[in-house]
Every structure is written in C-alpha cells, then in structure tokens.
C-alpha cells in the first residue's frame, strides 16, 4: 500500500494518531488475544518478568527494570519497540517527531498553517522511535532534555523563543520510547531534569519554561544495590516510575542451559562435526550457579548469564581446535578443557575479599570442582563404579589430557573393568571423541569423591 506524502492525502486516509501508549496497549492485547506469547526468547520469565511487564504496558505506565548484571534487562527493553506500530507519519524534517494532525513544536504548527494539505510527510518505522543513553557522571541535561544553542541566538532570535533551543535525545525521541541504562549513575541535577518529562510532558531549559508535550515512555533500568540502599536515585524520580519490574537469574540449571545454547554465537562453517555432551552442559551451568551462592563472590554485582554463555563458547571452541591440530572429524569437550574457562570467566566474577585470601584462578578452580562433582553424583551417583577403583587398585594408571588423540580413550576403555559401562550409561560410547569426554567425567568424578588418586604434569592428568 501506497503511503500518504502529503497532510492532505493523510486525513483523506482516514489515519487516526494514537499515542505510544495507547500502541502499546492495542498491540499487546491484539497479541494476548491471540496467545502469542510477548518475549519467547526470554527463557526462564513467562511466570514472572513477562506478566509484570505485561501488566505496566496494559496500565501505560513508565517503568525501570531492576537487575543484577547479565538478566536480560537491555534485551527487553529494546525488544518493546516491536510493539510498537510499524511506522507512523510525522511532518517531513521535524526535530520532534511532529504528528502531522497535531504538532507540539513551534517549527511544525509553523509549517502546518504556511503549506496546508500540501506539508510533506515522511514515516518513519519502529527502530527510529526508540533512544537509549548510557548513564554516565558527565551525563548532563543538555545531552536528554536540550539546551539554548548560542548560535541560534546570534542571529537574533529571543531567548524565550522555542527555536533557540538545540533538543536532547528525549524530546528528539518523541512518539518513541526512551530508556535511560544504569540510572543511579546520572547527577542528581539531570535526575531533577526529568521531573517534568515524566509527570507534566513538557520540559524546562535553564529557567525557560517550554510546554512541548511529549509523548514518550520512558524505561529505565538499575542495579537494585544501587537503586535501593546507595541513595543514589533521588526519591522524587523513585515515585515517577509508576512500575518496578524485578529481574532475575534462571532459576535452575536446565534454563540456564537453555539461555546460554540459544544466545550463544554460531558460526556459519565448522570444518569438523560437534558434539557437547549434556553433563558438559550441566558442568557449564551449574559452574555459573556455584560462583552465584559462592561466599568468595561478591553476590551484590551478581554471576551475569554472560559468564556461562563465555564459558560454553570457549569449551566448545577447545574441542574444535583439539579437534584440528588432531585430524579429528569429531570436537567433543572434555573436563581437560575446563582450565580454559580461566580466560572466559576471568572479569565475570567480583571477588568478595579482592583477592586478600585467595586469586581469582583459585576461587574458580575450587568453583569447577563443586561443579563437576554435583553433575557425577547426580549422573553416576546410583551406578555401580566399584569395578573401576578395584581396578585402580590392582595398579592400574590412566592418563588423560586435552591434547591426547580420542583413539587412544577408545583403545583403552575395554582394559579397565566397569569403564564401558560407565561410559554408555552417560550416552557416550558412539564414537571416540565421546567416548574420551565421558572416560574424563568418570575418572574425575571419583577422584572428586576421593576414590581414586590423581597426579598432576603439565597439561596431563594421571589418576592411580
């Protein structure tokens, strides 16, 4: 369908403006109506975040998500722009957004009674309606609201007057919906710069009053740290926010599992076959849930889901590179790969005592062993692995590594009574690769439980 250029072809139309708002609440009811649900991909929310969410766009209210790091607050916020309609119509070149039926701004009334039905229209689509700024101290005023631009008042123009003023990114964000990341951070005097926007519409510029009524939502999110105990949000801006939307972690292992397979990057070519294994999954997940309860985490900041997402990426990469250097058609991660998730969880975790009584690298060592002996036990905990220690009794010595060649696992697994077995209880026992990750989990997991000894050399593991 055509779309109108002119104000003429507009109303003849028959468009009707509505506000952000009154979009919002249309299109997430159209989408409720129609039980599709708001925000799928936000694993672990639809009995908590979402409704909440939901509930503050039927009330049209301004909101501010409250969350540790890595909860998903960015992702939602940005994703409400698809409520949004998929293109409205403003008066071409208009700083504001200008509703062609109804402009706020000086310059567009202006244009209106000079052109008539012959003002031209230009659309714009849902990504233009949203403005987002990262709160910083030398966030000033001028940056949201606007200020006088000296230029403009050179060449004659009154200080009252409206067009002397350079707009910020709230007001250029008009018919829009504006978000303000980690609020606590903005001066009290740009918080106090807000009061308007978010009660009467309009805002001031340094003492000039200028009735410009906006029609923006404004979100915003914060750490509740921050937000809650700090005073670093003065009261005033709190009780603008009609709504409080609480994030948090996934509550289980499974859903963390799930968040970090669905946001984790995939590459478009892989030169050799991959497989991860579940309990590697589990291990990865559950890493990221013991640093969450560890009292050697500071639990203030939190453990961001971005730490397993890291963390899942970089074993996987592990088993590919083994893979090449080895001429292996199959990458399969093995517990030898963990000691790479140094790298990955390194800048993830925010020691409680600063590294006083222990590093970084030995609190997360102690974080993977927790790891991977709550995944053998829940895994192998009822099996009989009697066979295997006697085994090791008798003499027998094992030695594993991320560099050793998957045949080798595989030629050696039948020589050790009860290994097979364990290994096909945990589904790998199909192929060699699979076979060396779960040889790994089962030896480790009994050293873990304190069956079996293990000695250390370089990259090599020797268990005895």
């Keep these: 369908m055509v779309r109108p250029r002119t104000l003429g072809e507009l109303v003849a139309s028959g468009y009707r403006p509505r506000t952000v708002r009154e979009e919002l609440r249309a299109n997430l009811g159209a989408r409720l109506r129609a039980r599709q649900p708001f925000l799928p991909e936000m694993i672990g929310y639809s009995e908590s975040v979402i409704p909440a969410l939901e509930h503050a766009l039927l009330a049209g209210h301004d909101m501010i998500f409250l969350g540790e790091r890595g909860q998903g607050k960015s992702k939602m916020i940005r994703k409400l722009v698809e409520l949004l309609d998929e293109a409205v119509p403003i008066i071409e070149g208009s700083e504001v957004n200008d509703d062609p039926l109804a402009p706020i701004s000086r310059w567009g009334r202006e244009r209106v009674a000079e052109l008539g ?127 409080q939307i609480r994030t948090h972690y996934p509550p289980t292992r499974e859903l963390e599992i799930q968040v970090m397979k669905q946001e984790r990057r995939k590459p478009r070519e892989t030169a050799v076959e991959l497989y991860v294994p579940h309990f590697i999954e589990q291990i990865i997940a559950e890493l990221t849930i013991q640093a969450r309860q560890s009292p050697d985490v500071s639990q203030v900041s939190g453990v961001s889901v971005r730490a397993s997402i890291a963390n899942y990426e970089t074993i996987i990469a592990c088993a590919e590179r083994r893979a090449l250097l080895l ?106 690769a699979r076979i060396a990750a779960g040889v790994e989990l089962v030896l480790e997991g009994l050293h873990l439980s304190n069956k079996l000894n293990r000695e250390t050399s370089g990259r090599r593991l020797t268990y005895g």
């Design 327 to 432: 001429g292996e058609k199959e990458a399969v991660p093995r517990l030898s790969d963990l000691p790479a998730l140094r790298a990955s969880m390194g800048g993830k975790m925010e020691l409680e005592y600063a590294g006083a009584e222990k590093t970084e690298n030995e609190i997360l060592d102690s974080l993977v062993k927790r790891a991977v002996l709550s995944v053998f036990e829940e895994l192998c905990g009822a099996s009989d692995l009697d066979a295997i220690v006697r085994a090791f009794d008798d003499g027998w010595k094992v030695e594993v590594g991320d560099d050793l060649p998957s045949k080798e696992y595989a030629d050696g697994v039948d020589n050790i009574a009860g290994l097979r077995k364990a290994v096909e209880l945990l589904g790998c026992a199909t192929s060699p």
């Design 117 to 243: 039905e012959r003002t031209p229209i230009a659309w714009i689509d849902r990504a233009a309606r949203y403005g987002e700024k990262l709160a910083t101290p030398d966030t000033s005023v001028a940056d949201l609201i606007g200020e006088i631009d000296p230029i403009r008042v050179a060449e004659g123009r009154y200080l009252a007057d409206e067009s002397t003023i350079h707009f910020g990114l709230i007001p250029r964000t008009n018919r829009g919906i504006f978000c303000i990341n980690e609020l606590p951070d903005l001066a009290e005097k740009v918080q106090v710069g807000l009061f308007n926007v978010m009660e009467e519409r309009d805002f001031q510029v340094k003492g000039f009053k200028v009735r410009l009524p906006l029609d923006v939502l404004v979100v915003a999110s914060a750490n509740p740290e921050d937000y809650t105990r700090r005073g670093r949000i003065i009261t005033p801006l709190k009780d603008r926010y009609q709504a």
